[in-house]
């Protein structure tokens, strides 16, 4: 077996977690449930560029048909791409691989950036598309490419935000990004960040849409592999911190400092002895979740979820958590709504009618967003906490 980002053979298993579902289909009902699709959920590591990735990888078809994520309903998300056009306004044409519903389309074109977006996600596409912000429906590939140069020319900047996690090649995609960019154009690469998975011990941004995980090192190597070069990397907030990474369309350009610091720190802490500790708290700390909530259980405690990102489904499938322990789990996204979470099938409502004075427990899925989830319970008394590590908020 091979690396399939940088193509070395020096890849080991690191983490197992079991027979998982897909995270991102939500059963409408017990027709559905039962032909809920499961496999084992297998994480192997790179030893050469250190990025990580699923040992086995799920038709992107089956994954991406009707996709449950609009980016735009998340605020905080928002105002990241909002900050995020203000500083690339320089630009004269931007494409965004995997601009979901126009979420950096939308404050670009406010700042008069030309710019389109390519989505997979047929309906999420056609909401982009209805608010006048031009999206492509279809993945990023040579086909596409083709339709958007007959009417543009080269893009000088590509942004691609939470995409190389989803992607089925990598290396055939930064060849296509190599092959669309502009000479010296810039591509904007946002990656959730391997590293801090282990620091925070989040194992549930493992899930069967993302294959593949990244370290600076990974991208580094893929880009270099095509004559592209990394040369600077911002640290972000978003999913638990964020890399964005910088790379440029030629080989000839000074790598920055900070860019160089987090390279050198990844080669003394992102290596298989952190995997092995990783691993152990996985199991160790899911088990001392479930003891919780059948504690809380026991006192006669009526125990809800908040927010069903993807997380809820590896957490809830690790932990072995249904419906028994967690009554229901509110969601504000109208997609989820009056479905059920992946493989455990706790039911997901919406906000309105289902916060009342029954509720003595929050399990706050979404914790990124518990600022804004606290408010909704002022007028009753609850405890929240955060599953993994289990803590009060
Ligand atoms: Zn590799």
Redesign the pocket.
């Known amino acids: 077996m091979k690396?399939k980002?940088?193509n070395?053979t020096k890849?080991v298993e690191v983490v197992n977690l079991g027979k998982q579902p897909l995270a991102n289909k939500y059963p409408k009902n017990n027709t559905e449930i039962l032909n809920e699709k499961k496999f084992i959920l297998k994480i192997l590591f790179?030893k050469?560029?250190r990025?990580g990735q699923i040992k086995k990888i799920i038709n992107r078809n089956i994954l991406f048909e009707d996709y449950y994520y609009l980016s735009s309903v998340n605020k905080k998300l928002k105002e990241h791409f909002e900050r995020l056009a203000i500083k690339i306004k320089k630009y004269n044409f931007v494409v965004d691989i995997g601009s979901n519903d126009g979420i950096l389309l939308k404050p670009l074109k406010k700042l008069n950036v030309k710019s389109i977006g390519i989505d997979p996600s047929v309906n999420v596409g056609k909401i982009a598309n209805d608010r006048g912000l031009e999206t492509y429906i279809g993945f990023f590939d040579k086909n596409i490419i083709k339709k958007i140069l007959k009417k543009n020319n080269k893009p000088d900047l590509i942004v691609a935000s939470s995409v190389v996690t989803h992607l089925e090649n990598p290396i055939k995609f930064a060849k296509d990004i190599k092959s669309f960019l502009e000479k010296d154009g810039t591509l904007i690469i946002e990656i959730e960040y391997l590293q801090n998975f282990l620091k925070n011990l989040e194992f549930e941004r493992f899930y069967f849409d993302r294959p593949f995980y990244y370290s600076a090192n990974?991208i580094k190597?893929l880009f270099r592999n095509v004559g592209m070069k990394l040369y600077d990397i911002e640290k972000i907030e978003p999913h638990g911190g964020s890399l964005r990474c910088f790379i440029k369309n030629s080989l000839n350009t000074k790598i920055s400092n900070r860019c160089k610091k987090i390279l050198n720190n990844e080669k003394q802490n992102l290596n298989l002895n952190a995997f092995k500790k990783f691993n152990k708290q996985i199991y160790k700390n899911s088990k001392i979740l479930k003891a919780q909530l059948n504690y809380f259980n026991k006192k006669g405690y009526n125990i809800i979820g908040y927010g069903a990102p993807a997380r809820v489904s590896t957490i809830t499938n690790v932990a072995k958590i249904d419906s028994s322990l967690i009554k229901y789990i509110i969601d504000d996204s109208p997609l989820k709504q009056n479905r059920f979470s992946p493989g455990m099938n706790i039911k997901i409502l919406p906000r309105k009618n289902n916060i009342n004075k029954n509720i003595d427990v929050v399990i706050v899925f979404a914790y990124e967003y518990f600022k804004d989830i606290k408010k909704f319970f002022t007028k009753i008394k609850v405890q929240f906490f955060k599953p993994i590590p289990f803590g009060k908020l």
Do not use: L, P
């Open positions: 690396c980002v940088c070395s890849i790179c050469n560029c990025a990974s190597e």
